[in-house]
């Protein structure tokens, strides 16, 4: 999701603005999902290494909500 959103950005931004139903922040909101997703894994596996329970319960709730 991060590289879509990235790319809507960069390169097909001119496209999407011809289009009826364009929506400006959409490229924004797939970075943040994406940079999100990728924040949430890393500590995941950071958790996971550093054998914190207490942490892997905090990840494991971000990744149910």
């Known amino acids: 999701m991060l590289a879509l959103g990235i790319w809507m950005k960069v390169q097909l931004y001119m496209y999407m603005e011809l289009t009826s139903v364009y ?3 959409a490229p924004y ?3 943040a999902v ?3 997703i990728i924040v949430v ?3 995941g ?4 290494v550093s054998g914190i329970p ?3 319960y905090l990840v494991s ?3 149910n909500v």
């Not at 596996?45 to 996971?48: H, M, V």
């Open 45 to 48: 596996c950071l958790c996971t």
């Open 34 to 36: 994406g940079s999100v």
């Open 54 to 56: 207490a942490l892997l």
């Open 23 to 25: 929506y400006d922040a």
């Open 41 to 43: 894994g890393l500590l």
């Open 29 to 31: 909101i797939l970075i």
């Open 61 to 63: 709730l971000c990744r």
